[in-house]
């Protein structure tokens, strides 16, 4: 249903992601790793077309992507969430709006102008914050809440599009362990009960281990390694990483158990 | 280290500090220095020492005096005879036919005798003469005869009195007497601000408030409390009616070129900003406007309008709205420059369309600016309204000036003062009330 | 987080939320339509009475708002020859300005900076006392500089000094405010371990406080002196001298003398781009650089 | 053709702020008669009615020559000349009067060599038109600074004028009055008889050094595109003023008058003719 | 010397100090320990008369104190000097400035607006820099230095006032152990060579065992405690700390021995 054929961004010189192709044929949770600067960011922002790719194809459902312009390319991005590493929500605005903001492309531009939306709506938005668990949420603005509350609301506010797929940029990145295991619990339960494609940016392996069925590893801009969880092994680790052999991954894992072992945290960028 | 490198550089960390602390008192001289050979050159350019000597103490005396009392003339026509009683020597002040004073006794045959309180006394006396006891000093006596003055004073006179062969002053703490072929003329001063409630010709004159409020009606035409509103609010000294006018067109100027002018340099805002605004030339463009109407000054831009909208509020608040637009503009411009991107990003990844992102990308965030802004100005704004009209013809700015300048009833002028200066503070608490409930308090 | 989610007490749980969010948005409808309806009324009344008021309305005379600045423009074309020669004329009249207003805010800032110190929690000499100096302030803020000017004109003639002091009282209330908040905000311990010196109060402040707040107070003492160049040309429009008065004396005299009108606005504009520009590059440097 | 309001326009600076007081008759009458809302305008100075008048915002308006001679330079067409106040001998003249402090030593314009001399307003006939011209040929020399008076410069009004001369700011001034009655007075009106019955002035300090040609009242003019009609029935309305309401006529001539009377532009083609003199500098 | 008599001190119905009373008779080294809130600074701020006392005499050599104001007070305070926690020296100005600032009180107020100190105390400030080890730093800004070089700084701005007492409140609680010893030295050492009085107020025990020749002990505002330190077992300081049997001195100690066996350290306020 997915499929990438050379898609390349170059930023002047610098070629951030180079010639990727995949193909995913159903919906399946997919893990995105590589170290900083490897291309996974530019790699997601350019399936949900917030940039142009230099080169390449996005294919989804037969359909070519990547030169949708105008309204259909808004109408892509409405069945294509985006979950960020900082939520990118607006904080003054309160909870509930934040997840309607999921509805914008629908809705006339003049009534979401005043703020009016759909009974049905705002109800469909309260109950995707019940499954989340935060629905006594709702009515608080945004900047009110903890990190972890945060990023659910921007999954609420992805589910609220009812898209195909859901792209998550480093969802965990600026969580502590206990929110970022409720986090990716919930990307997983999203895409095992609505059956969507989740395709998440990861920087820790062993979250990409435990809760994706395919794993691709960049390095450098190029997918260096597409393969299921099993078959990620600590030397390929080193490869896509290109860590000597003292590498160990216990420095960049943030599941909680590992955490007693040591105190010192990945640096994210 | 041993002992000599010691003492050595402990020698050379003293030179060091020394050194260190001349440079400071240099610079410490410097500053004030120079500060004071400005302020030299300036006492210098701008002549203060000169104007301290021209400074009139006399009219500030006037003014001080003026703007807390009030004065009643009594005034002889010397050519035609009778004499007429009026406050402030206005028309509007004047005593009806018939009555006068209680202060002013006897009839004009014999003498006319006009009380100033402790000791003064002035007597209006038949064929134009005057006589007036001054308490330790003794009798002025003066007559007007073939059309020049004959007195009883001899040189040299005292300072307060201005005597020539055809005009007589007499100035004392009690009042003033003026004489000249044509008039006699004596003036009483009273504290407070004359008739302010009511004029000698409504019926509420001289009764207490218990008295209107309570008593009996006094004008058997209408209730007491709507004609005593009335009459006040109608005081053709006062004019209460077109000072509360003038306040409020004041306000309304501000009002309306505030936010007339934030709602006119939102949009232009998006188009100066090098975020939002692709094409660099129009941006260029978009700015140097903003820096033009913003340089020209709103009270240019009065002097501009003038031609086409005349005299008014209606230019006053234009003015002030075209001034604003450009500081509104570069502020708001700025501010859009600032932007956090991620909440625009955000809210692009939906697929919102451009419109749909401004309102919930970028509104939401300069929203406290632009709010906090716009009332801060709304607050100078009533000041600078005060200006204008005082130029383009409206508001309590108009009618200030025109006391000042025609020199006269200088309790009108404090009067405007000390309701500008409320109206300017309570413009202040609003928009500082307002701010804190929009926005909520100190960040 | 179960399955239970459509569960009965869950569900009735949802069903509160979204009832009480509801009526919450309903308020928030109600409450920003009342406010916005009040504001467009307000807006739309006030126009129409200021339309009313006026001796031109504006529908008709929006189209001839650039007659004036035409007749200027052209007759100044017409005589472009003379502007070197009135620029110059002019100039010692825009120093005056400049005067006007660079010692006036030099006076007031002075001014201003001991009120501030006066009224600020923490710094106070007389902490008692600090109500009636913030209250001065007010006061001092409120008087707009016409009032002051027309007066003092009044008493001490035509001339600059009537606008000078004016724009210094003013100066010193507006500063003194934003000074204090400033101060407030300053680090106190410097402060404490001055007095435990036996420093007294001007020692305190002058060692312990200023320096602290130097770059902050200067920032905004080069606004207001961008201020109040504009506050001196226009107190000249009242008689109080300077380039203001010159412009005054032009424009009022009308046609045939549109070019030096044109000249001193020119200068005028000149003046106040130029200062804007030096000081808000100024200041920027001034803030970040702490 | 119609019109909806009529705008009267009152000039600033020579007259006291309650000229709008004193023109509410004027006012009343006015509505009463073209049943339309009429409103009365106080610029702060001259050149606001004149903008008025010009832009066409003011229909009716009560200039000083000079005023006048402005609008019609500037254009012409834009108003027509229909009456002008009368003093109680029936003229319709007054006076531009040059005046010094008595203890200055300074008599008449002899005296002023090398001395301050001060202009009221730009726009005003007596305050600065009429004494620049005739002060010229008077001491043969220009009015420029330096030349023969060691300054020139403006005060802004007539009120200012006579408080920097009292005040010792400048040496002498120049100001209006009707030239009639006493000096010591500061004359039957004027701006120096409304300064010395305020007590600003004590004329005995003042002495007058200095009385221009008569200059011709300022015409009440109305904007020439009012419609015809209105035009008469305004006209007619003030020339009987007088005779119907005395003490409205009063108020609006701000002193005795012996009534309105009709005039042309032919009247004032001396001061244009002046105006356009002193333009040339 | 020094003689408290019932001094007390009261913050609305709190009373921070509550009649406190002892004598002084010779120039000691004294320490006050006791937990935080226990009205320690209070005291020595009534002592220099930074605050007033609500109570009690302050006597000085037979003078009082208590009761000074205007000039006399400040002429006092410039025999008392004050050492704080935070350091309190002015952060933008020099060394060599912030040392002289110890003058101020016998120089004109114009002098020391304008930097007119005489040569002869800025070779006297050098000096005392140079005694204090941190003669080279004389010219950098305040700011500019480590923790323990600007409390030196704040020592040698006492030293400079040329005071009959110096106290001290808690000059170490804001450096690390090594830095700690360095100033708790260099009090010692005034204090042995000019034969000042001294009084610090300590949290550790330890240290106040090790520098002083007299330990007084504050609890709630009252003193609890006053003898030597060998008088000051661990009965005493559970006492004095109100703490269970639990309490380990080791929780409070800065020592650079005990670091080793712990890293938690105890909360100042
Ligand atoms: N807008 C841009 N302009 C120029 N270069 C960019 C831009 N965005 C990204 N790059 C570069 O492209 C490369 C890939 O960046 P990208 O953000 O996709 O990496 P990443 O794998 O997401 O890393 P991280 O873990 O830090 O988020 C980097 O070298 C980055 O510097
Ligand atoms: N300015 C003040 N206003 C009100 N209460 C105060 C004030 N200063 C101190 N207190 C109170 O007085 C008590 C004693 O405070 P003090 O600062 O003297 O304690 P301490 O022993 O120095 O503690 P620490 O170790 O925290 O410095 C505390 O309960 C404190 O809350
Ligand atoms: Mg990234
Ligand atoms: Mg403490």
Request: hydrophobic residues 45%.
């Amino acid at each position: 249903m997915l499929e990438l054929k050379s898609l390349t961004k170059r930023f002047g010189d610098k070629t951030a992601v180079d010639a990727a192709t995949f193909t995913v044929d159903r919906p399946m949770m997919i893990g995105i790793i590589g170290r900083s600067g490897a291309g996974k960011s530019t790699l997601l922002r350019m399936l949900n077309r917030l940039s142009d790719a230099s080169e390449g194809e996005i294919l989804f459902e037969g359909r070519e992507i990547s030169s949708l312009k105008g309204a259909a390319r808004r109408e892509w991005q409405s069945r294509c969430a985006m979950i960020f590493q900082q939520f990118n929500l607006v904080p003054r605005m309160d909870v509930v709006s934040n997840v309607l903001h999921g509805t914008l492309n629908r809705r006339s531009t003049f009534a979401t102008m005043f703020n009016l939306y759909p009974q049905d709506d705002i109800h469909k938005a309260i109950e995707i914050l019940d499954r989340l668990g935060i629905a006594e949420q709702a009515p608080k603005r945004a900047e009110a809440l903890s990190g972890g509350q945060q990023q659910r609301v921007a999954i609420a506010r992805a589910l609220m599009q009812d898209p195909s797929i859901i792209l998550a940029d480093e969802p965990i990145a600026s969580l502590d362990p206990m929110n970022a295991q409720i986090v990716m619990d919930a990307l997983r339960r999203i895409h095992e009960e609505d059956g969507r494609m989740v395709i998440a940016n990861l920087h820790t392996l062993d979250t990409a281990r435990r809760y994706c069925d395919r794993v691709i590893g960049m390095r450098d801009g190029r997918i260096v390694f597409d393969g299921s969880p099993e078959q990620l092994t600590t030397g390929v680790a080193r490869d896509i990483y290109g860590a000597g052999a003292d590498f160990s991954e216990a420095a960049t894992s943030t599941a909680i158990e590992t955490l007693d072992r040591t105190t010192a945290q990945p640096v994210p960028a | 280290m041993t002992m000599t490198d010691a003492t050595a550089s402990l020698g050379s960390a003293k030179t060091s500090a020394d050194a260190l602390f001349q440079r400071k008192r240099i610079t410490a001289f410097a500053v004030p220095a120079i500060i004071v050979a400005y302020l030299a050159y300036i006492a210098i350019a701008f002549d203060v020492a000169g104007l301290a000597q021209r400074a009139s103490t006399e009219n500030a005396v006037i003014l001080a005096s003026d703007s807390w009392s009030y004065k009643t003339h009594v005034t002889r026509d010397n050519r035609r005879g009778g004499t007429t009683y009026a406050i402030e020597g206005e028309r509007k002040g004047a005593y009806a036919e018939g009555t006068r004073p209680a202060w002013v006794s006897g009839d004009e045959e014999t003498a006319l005798v006009i009380d100033l309180e402790d000791g003064h006394e002035v007597r209006f006396l038949p064929d134009n003469a005057v006589a007036y006891d001054v308490p330790g000093f003794g009798t002025i006596e003066a007559q007007l005869v073939d059309g020049s003055l004959i007195t009883n004073l001899s040189d040299p006179v005292p300072d307060w009195i201005n005597l020539s062969d055809q005009r007589m002053t007499v100035t004392t703490d009690a009042g003033r007497l003026t004489m000249t072929r044509t008039r006699t003329e004596v003036f009483r001063y009273f504290p407070g601000w004359e008739l302010f409630w009511f004029t000698l010709d409504s019926p509420y004159h001289n009764r207490s408030f218990t008295e209107i409020a309570l008593g009996d009606r006094i004008d058997p035409g209408r209730p007491n409390i709507s004609g005593a509103v009335s009459d006040f609010w109608n005081n053709g000294m006062w004019r209460h009616k077109d000072v509360a006018w003038a306040i409020g067109e004041t306000i309304l100027m501000a009002f309306l070129g505030t936010f007339g002018a934030a709602m006119l340099a939102l949009p232009l805002a998006f188009v100066a900003a090098k975020r939002f605004s692709p094409f660099g030339a129009l941006r260029f463009g978009m700015r140097r406007i903003f820096d033009f109407v913003r340089g020209v000054d709103a009270l240019i831009w009065t002097v501009v309008l003038a031609r086409a909208f005349g005299p008014g509020p209606l230019t006053g608040a234009l003015a002030i709205l075209i001034t604003d637009s450009g500081t509104f503009g570069k502020i708001f411009s700025e501010a859009l420059e600032n932007v956090d991107e991620k909440q625009i990003e955000g809210v692009a990844s939906t697929g919102a369309k451009p419109l749909q992102r401004y309102r919930f990308g970028v509104i939401p965030q300069i929203v406290p600016i632009l709010l906090s802004q716009v009332l801060y100005f709304l607050e100078s704004n009533t000041r600078s309204a005060t200006i204008i009209g005082a130029i383009t013809g409206g508001g309590i700015g108009l009618m200030l000036t025109q006391a000042i300048q025609t020199q006269k009833d200088w309790e009108e002028v404090s009067y405007y003062i000390l309701l500008i200066v409320i109206m300017v503070m309570v413009m202040d608490s609003f928009s500082g009330w307002l701010r804190g409930k929009l926005i909520g308090r100190k960040d | 987080m179960t399955d239970a989610t459509l569960s009965g007490p869950t569900r009735r749980e949802v069903d509160r939320i979204q009832d009480s969010y509801m009526a919450q948005v309903r308020r928030r409808r109600m409450y920003g339509g009342l406010t916005l309806a009040i504001f467009v009324l307000l807006m739309v009344s006030g126009f129409m009475v200021a339309d009313g008021r006026n001796a031109g309305g504006f529908w008709d005379g929006w189209r001839q708002m650039l007659d004036f600045p035409a007749d200027v423009l052209s007759e100044a074309w017409e005589k472009r020859a003379n502007l070197p020669g009135l620029l110059l004329k002019y100039f010692p009249a825009l120093m005056e300005t400049i005067n006007i207003a660079a010692v006036s805010t030099l006076i007031g800032a002075m001014v201003g900076l001991i009120l501030s110190l006066l009224s600020t929690r923490g710094l106070a000499r007389w902490p008692r006392l600090i109500p009636v100096f913030r209250r001065l302030m007010d006061i001092l803020r409120a008087v707009p500089e016409i009032v002051i000017a027309l007066v003092l004109i009044f008493i001490l003639g035509g001339g600059p000094v009537p606008a000078m002091i004016a724009i210094a009282l003013h100066t010193a209330g507006a500063l003194g405010k934003l000074y204090s908040e400033v101060a407030e905000n300053a680090d106190l311990k410097p402060v404490e371990g001055l007095a435990s010196t036996g420093a007294n109060w001007t020692q305190r402040m002058w060692l312990g406080v200023l320096p602290q707040v130097a770059p902050n107070f200067l920032s905004y003492t080069l606004l207001r002196f961008e201020i109040n160049i504009r506050a001196s040309a226009i107190l000249g429009f009242v008689g109080a001298g300077g380039i203001g008065f010159e412009l005054r004396n032009a424009m009022a005299w009308g046609p045939g003398r549109f070019d030096e009108a044109a000249a001193i606005f020119v200068l005028l504009f000149g003046t106040i781009v130029f200062f804007d520009q030096i000081s808000s590059r100024y200041r920027n440097k001034l803030t970040e650089g702490q | 053709q119609e019109i909806t309001e009529f705008r009267i326009g009152i000039l600033g600076g020579e007259n006291a702020q309650d000229r709008l007081n004193s023109n509410e008759c004027v006012r009343a009458y006015v509505e009463d008669l073209l049943g339309v809302e009429t409103k009365i305008f106080t610029p702060a100075d001259y050149d606001g009615v004149i903008q008025g008048l010009l832009g066409g915002t003011i229909d009716m308006a009560w200039l000083g020559a000079s005023a006048y001679a402005k609008t019609y330079m500037t254009d012409p067409e834009a108003v027509d000349v229909v009456l002008v106040k009368t003093n109680l001998d029936g003229s319709y003249g007054y006076h531009s009067i040059g005046f010094a402090r008595a203890d200055s030593g300074i008599a008449s314009l002899d005296d002023m060599k090398g001395k301050v001399f001060a202009f009221g307003d730009p726009n005003s006939t007596s305050g600065y038109l009429i004494p620049s011209v005739e002060i010229p040929t008077a001491i043969g020399a220009t009015m420029e600074s330096g030349d023969y008076f060691g300054e020139v410069r403006f005060v802004g009004g007539h009120e200012q004028t006579i408080v920097a001369v009292a005040n010792g700011d400048v040496d002498a001034g120049v100001t209006w009055a009707d030239g009639q009655g006493e000096w010591l007075d500061g004359y039957n009106s004027g701006a120096l008889r409304k300064a010395s019955d305020s007590g600003l002035v004590d004329m005995n300090d003042l002495v007058e050094i200095w009385k221009s040609e008569v200059i011709p009242e300022g015409p009440i003019v109305l904007r020439r595109a009012l419609p015809e009609q209105v035009k008469a029935d305004v006209t007619q309305f003030l020339n009987e003023l007088h005779g119907k309401d005395e003490q409205c006529a009063y108020n609006m001539a701000a002193g005795e008058t012996s009534g309105f009377m009709p005039i042309t532009h032919d009247a004032y083609k001396g001061i244009i003719a002046v105006r356009q003199a002193v333009q040339g500098n």
